[in-house]
């Protein structure tokens, strides 16, 4: 992590981890409900 | 169109402009002008990024493209998420420190004026042509639905948007893209609403749903590897990865957005909301074609989406072969809509084996309105040659005229035209501010003051503005010409990208090296495109591996070369 991000506290989260890991999350669970649509319908 | 549409389609284009201009009035000097004072908040860099990236042709397409090929296109926006968290890991707080203008800049700080100038080079030579298209496509459109010259929309569009970008620049652009996006969601989502309203009173959401699903057009994830097929899970992570990288982080249009937010965290911020939001918003986009497709299984489509090519051909003198068709059009929809009821009662009635028997009616009757559709694409390529009868851009716009009610019709125009102006006042200012900054200012004229330099950027925002509509106007001579500016972005990106990925993270490279590898990494991604049948998503991952590899034996070889003899 660069000085920069530590520096820079972000709203919400104790560290900007924590947002990439909702964006990651966000499209995992979306990955899921797509697959789900395609095979299932 | 009625008064009321002329009302609410200038209404809208007017306050946007009048907004623009007064909310940014007096700005005199470089970081206010180029760099919106730094002062923006996440959520207007996230939806100026994103009316940005989705221009006028974006909505006409992606519509066509959910009601002719389905869900599929969706993927193409699989790796953005995962660009946006590297960019904000790494561009973001590299730019913010180093307090650039433009992305080229920092590359003269890392590399020297050579490498910098090359990446501008590019930068320009994709960005200039791509804003004559971002202006040209809807123009087309837009002109050929209303009767308007193209020359004169063409111009329409461009002297709107030149008077806020010229008189406020960065900020003008932000501003007004927050409200221009929300015009345009607002028009989308009413439109896909309107469409599924109109279905037979019967047919619920979830009905429309599994009928999409049963005609294949919910193919929305395709795990096949093939390298020549445009659509698939892994050109979409990868091939996407790499092309958002480059879009993102080494494109000026988009740099610029999020170097006006206020901090590293408002533009970190900004960033992030769009890898969230993008695929979300594109899926709406997709479906809204869909629900049209839907709707058209009840309702008889034209023959020919872009309609006034019907008329056109009737007046070339084949106007008894066009009823011909016609006639027999009527007969195969009135089949296909049979088809589509039967499938629709059985989805219904969940009557597996019904549904299985109706779904090959519908195909086969589907099949012959294709046929019929082909036979009206070759009528028009004979009578009216260098006339483009692809008609799918013209889906989603000929059902705003047709079955939106009055003032509607107006605000989806408005879309339209807004969607064209705050992609290409992006670029605009993009084009100007490396034109000033990289070039004009670095080398041609240093040491000037900031009025001069803002002065400067007017002037090149209007020269800019002036090309386009010049290239536009050249390009409704030209055949297949959006065909093949859809994939200049692939064909620079890549090295872009591999110029920027050496400065970011390969220390070892030195300016030459770089240099030569992104010259040498260009002429391959050229001969793939002119010799071979790749698909154009892999030249981002090509290319900007090029540049690194061939950075690195160059610097290798200039070791060697360095390296005194024993």
């Known amino acids: 992590m660069s000085a920069d991000q530590e520096t820079e506290k972000p709203p919400v989260f104790r560290s900007w981890a924590g947002w990439y890991w909702t964006v990651l999350l966000i499209m995992a669970v979306q990955l899921i409900i797509y697959c789900w649509i395609t095979f299932s319908y | ?566």
């Open chain 2, 1 to 566: 169109m009625n008064a009321v549409d002329w009302i609410v389609l200038f209404g809208t284009l007017g306050t946007i402009v009048l907004y623009g201009v007064m909310k940014t009035r007096g700005t005199r000097n470089m970081e206010a002008y180029l760099l919106g004072s730094k002062s923006l908040p996440w959520w207007t860099v996230c939806l100026s990024i994103m009316a940005t990236q989705a221009s006028a042709i974006t909505f006409l397409s992606t519509t066509g493209q959910g009601y002719e090929d389905g869900m599929r296109f969706l993927q193409f926006y699989f790796g953005l998420p995962v660009a946006m968290i590297i960019l904000s890991v790494t561009a973001v707080p590299l730019y913010h420190k180093l307090k650039v203008f433009t992305a080229y800049e920092y590359l003269e700080t890392r590399f020297d004026l050579k490498t910098r100038s090359l990446a501008a080079f590019y930068f320009l030579m994709l960005r200039g042509v791509s804003v004559g298209i971002t202006i040209y496509a809807p123009s087309l459109i837009l002109s050929t639905i209303l009767g308007w010259n193209i020359n004169l929309t063409t111009v329409l569009i461009g002297s709107l948007v030149m008077v806020y970008v010229v008189s406020g620049g960065t900020k003008a652009v932000s501003v007004t893209q927050k409200y221009q996006l929300t015009i345009i969601m607002t028009g989308m989502v009413l439109t896909g609403l309107i469409a599924f309203w109109k279905l037979p009173g019967n047919v619920s959401f979830s009905d429309a749903f599994r009928f999409a699903g049963e005609t294949g057009k919910l193919n929305l994830i395709n795990l096949s590897f093939n390298l020549e097929d445009r659509y698939n899970i892994w050109s979409g992570l990868i091939g996407g990865l790499f092309l958002f990288l480059s879009y993102f982080g080494a494109d000026q249009s988009q740099v610029g957005r999020y170097l006006s937010g206020s901090s590293i965290t408002e533009s970190r911020l900004g960033l992030i909301f769009n890898g969230i939001l993008k695929i979300p918003m594109q899926f709406i986009i997709l479906y809204i074609g869909l629900m049209i497709f839907v709707f058209y299984q009840f309702y008889q489509p034209p023959l020919i989406h872009n309609v006034s090519l019907r008329d056109k051909v009737v007046m070339a003198g084949a106007e008894a072969r066009v009823k011909e068709l016609e006639a027999e059009y009527d007969g195969v929809f009135l089949e296909r809509r049979t088809a589509a009821e039967g499938l629709m009662q059985a989805i219904q009635g969940k009557d597996a084996s019904a549904i299985q028997t109706q779904k090959e009616s519908l195909k086969q009757a589907q099949q012959k309105e294709n046929e019929l559709r082909n036979d009206m694409k070759d009528l028009v390529k004979k009578e009216l040659p260098g006339q483009n009868p692809m008609d799918k851009d013209y889906v989603f716009i000929h059902f705003v005229m047709s079955y939106l009610p009055h003032g509607l019709i107006g605000l989806l125009l408005a879309v339209v035209f807004s969607a064209a102006m705050s992609s290409m006042a992006s670029e605009l200012n993009a084009l100007a501010s490396t034109t000033t900054v990289d070039i004009y200012r670095r080398s041609m004229r240093p040491g000037q003051s900031d009025e001069h330099y803002v002065s400067a950027s007017r002037w090149m925002t209007i020269g800019w503005c002036v090309f386009a509509i010049v290239f536009a106007s050249l390009a409704n001579q030209a055949e297949n010409l959006i065909q093949f500016v859809n994939i200049v972005g692939s064909l620079w990106y890549g090295t872009i990208l591999g110029i920027f990925l050496s400065a970011f993270y390969l220390k070892y490279l030195r300016s030459n090296a770089v240099f030569w590898g992104a010259i040498f990494a260009e002429l391959i991604i050229l001969y793939l495109y002119f010799f071979t049948k790749v698909a154009f998503l892999l030249y981002n991952i090509i290319g900007c591996v090029a540049v690194v590899a061939l950075a690195t034996l160059f610097q290798l070889m200039e070791g060697k070369k360095k390296r005194p003899a024993v």
